[in-house]
Structures are given as C-alpha cells and as structure tokens.
C-alpha cells in the first residue's frame, strides 16, 4: 500500500511540474478543465438517448436508465460533498471520480444489453456526480484567494467545449451512422480531466467539520430548504430537455447537422451571458438576475409545445442560454454565500443534487411516461408547469430572506 501511495504522489508530482513547465496558469488550467469537462457531457448526454434507441432496449429500460443517473447522483453528491469538506480531499476525490468516469466508459462501450448497461450506468453515475461540484469548489477557493475573479470567465468555457462536442458530434456521426463513437470519445475526456485535476490547487482549510454538523445543516437553515425545493422543480425541466431535446428534434424531422447545430448554439449564446453575469449581477442584484434567468426556461418550454418546424427551435436556445446562465453562475454564486466556507463543497453538493439529481430523475420518469402515452408535446406541457411552479416559490424563497 505504501508503495502505491508513493507512486502516486511522485506521478502527481511529476505531472505538476511538467504543466509548470508549460507555463499554464492556475485559471487557464480551470478553464481548460471546464472546456473539456463540457466538451465530454455535450458528447454523452446530449446523444446517450439516440445511442441506446439504437441498441432496441424497451421503453421502461429506456426510462429506468436515464432516471438512475440524476437520481443515484442525487444520493451520493452530498455524501462525496461532506466527506471532502470534513477530510479536506477535494482534489484527489476529482482525480478518482474522472478516472472512474473514465472506466465505466470503457465497460458501456462493450455492454449491447440491458443488464450490463445497467450495471455501468450505475458506476458512472457515482463517480461522475462529484466532477461538477468539486471543481466549481475549487474554482470558487481560487478566486477567492486572489480576492477577486469572475466566475463566469472561467465557467464560460465550459459552453464553448460543449458547442465544439455537440456540433461535432450532430454533424459528422449522426448523418453516418457512427453514434457509438460518443462512448469512447467520453471516456477520453475524463481520462484528460483525471490528468488536469491532478495539477489543479487544492482548496484551503477553513475550519473542523464534522458529520454531525453536516447532516443537520439544512434544519439550521429553513430558507435554503425552501430555496433547494424551488430549484429541484426547475430541474425537473433541466433534465427532461437534457435527454429529449434531440428526441423532439428528431420527432419533427430535423436533419442531423440542424440537431447539432441547434445543440452547439445554446452553448454559444451561453458564452457571452456567462461572461457578463458578473455585470449584471452588480447592476441589478443576484436575485433578480437569478429570477429572471431561471424564468426563461418557462418560456422556453412553452414554445416547444408549438414549435413543428426544426429550423424554428434555433432562435429559442437565446432562452436556453439566458436560464442556463442564470443556473450555473449566478445560482451558483448565490449558493456558495448561503453556508460557511468550510462547506463550500456540501453547498454546491447539495445545490447540485437538486437541480441535476432528484429534479431530473422525477421529471424524467413523468417525461418517459407521458412520451409514450402521448407524444412529446405533452412532455413539453408538463416542463411549462412544474418549471411555472418552481419559478413562483424560488422568487418567495429568495425573497423571503435579505440577500
């Protein structure tokens, strides 16, 4: 055992110091780590239904498989994000979980029926829930210490990785037939991403944290409960467009490259929102900005309860972008100010197992039902109201307490 702890720490070493030697800075290596982190989740998430379509797997495997990962993620994000909050371990726990994202894409690739599937979906579900919250962790740590940063700077190119991946994969897999290249292209992200988080800054200690002050966080603080249900519901929204947007797409006769460029474009109108967000937050708060953002996704789905013609969904991802700023940056922001900064990972933990965790896998479960039964407008229907409800009670969650 020590020896394998002394390779480890002698190859980390080594990798830092040849990243050294390139002369990459802290922020461009936080940037580079967003773009192919994103690069990675628009190759996977954005086709991973139109893969498994292809496999033949019934409806109810179909369903089952696309709730397991929001909802396995829901579980184990705070339980990753306590335990690196009270052991301090954010940046070795990075390195495990994209290795580990890395692996279960290597056994998908092989798996062609249902229960092997099953069995790598579940693994790459655990491992791949803590990637988002520990690295914005340590994003928010780095900025912090230089007592100023933007966020959204080096979030942004999260969006530009995701455009890049989508309109790749939209224009020169679908059309050919070669879908199945998402599973390895995937694996390769994460394993460049285990290597970049091994030279990545570890975050600071802020305090001694223990497990029974972290499971009783959310009794301490009544208004965050609030404010987790209203995003929860939103997410509910998130994850249903995650999966079917290319399934509508699809359904209303879009051609593949119009599947990827309509894909590549809500990340590129993302770019500039996400490095304005700063500015807007400084002009008219966080709360409106995060209101206001969030309420897009509403009209958004509304649209699409409308919308037959593929070239008219183009000009709608401008919403998309809106809401998606308001999710990642500025709700992320408003969390990390909820919660000491010794739990800085549980905040984003438990922020992020609501929108993308138990949101996701209970609106998908309701998508694959009303999908079958009645097409995808109704899905589109149901997104306008849960997102509506969940608008309303986070405008008196945010509001109901001083910003």
């Given amino acids: ?152 700077a080096l979030r942004l190119w999260g969006s530009i990785g995701y455009a890049i991946s989508t309109f790749g994969i939209g224009t020169w897999l679908l059309d050919q037939g070669n879908i199945w290249w998402i599973l390895p292209l995937y694996g390769l992200c994460n394993l460049i991403l285990g290597l970049l988080a091994l030279s990545l800054p570890d975050a600071d200690v802020h305090g001694q944290s223990s497990w029974q002050e972290g499971v009783t966080l959310l009794q301490r603080q009544r208004g965050l409960a609030l404010f987790l249900f209203a995003i929860m519901l939103i997410g509910f929204t998130h994850g249903i467009v995650n999966y079917y947007l290319s399934v509508y797409l699809s359904d209303i006769q879009a051609a593949g490259w119009v599947i990827g460029v309509t894909l590549a474009l809500a990340a590129v109108f993302e770019v500039p929102f996400m490095g304005r967000a700063h500015r807007f937050m400084e002009r008219w708060g966080v709360r409106p900005v995060l209101l206001f953002g969030l309420a897009m996704f509403v009209v958004r789905w509304f649209l699409y309860i409308f919308i037959k013609e593929p070239l008219l969904v183009l000009p709608t991802q401008i919403l998309h972008s809106i809401g998606i700023t308001s999710l990642l940056i500025v709700g992320v922001l408003y969390m990390d100010r909820q919660l000491e900064p010794k739990w800085r990972t549980s905040a ?56």
């Avoid at 309701?366 to 109704?378: E, K, P, R, V």
């Fill in 1 to 152: 055992m020590a020896t394998i702890i002394s390779t480890v720490v002698i190859t980390n070493n080594t990798w830092i110091k040849f990243i050294m030697r390139l002369s990459i800075s802290t922020s461009n290596r936080f940037r580079l780590f967003f773009g192919v982190q994103f690069a990675g989740i628009g190759i996977y998430f954005s086709f991973i239904a139109l893969y498994l379509n292809s496999l033949e797997l019934t409806g109810a495997q179909l369903g089952l498989l696309f709730a397991l990962i929001p909802l396995i993620s829901f579980l184990v994000q705070p339980l990753w994000g306590f335990a690196t909050d009270i052991y301090h371990r954010q940046r070795i726990a990075l390195v495990v979980a994209c290795f580990g994202v890395a692996a279960a894409m290597i056994g998908m690739a092989q798996a062609k029926t249902f229960w092997p599937i099953l069995l790598f979906t579940v693994l790459h579900a655990v491992m791949m829930a803590p990637i988002g919250i520990l690295v914005t962790a340590l994003a928010l740590e780095h900025l912090n210490r230089q007592s100023a940063g933007n966020f959204g």
């Fill in 348 to 403: 984003q933990s438990l922020y992020t197992a609501s929108f993308a965790g138990i949101g996701p896998a209970v609106g998908l479960y309701f998508a694959g039902n009303l999908y079958s039964s009645y097409g995808i407008q109704s899905v589109w229907i149901f997104s306008t109201l849960v997102g509506l409800a969940g608008t309303i009670i986070l405008a008196f969650a945010v509001y109901a307490k001083s910003e």
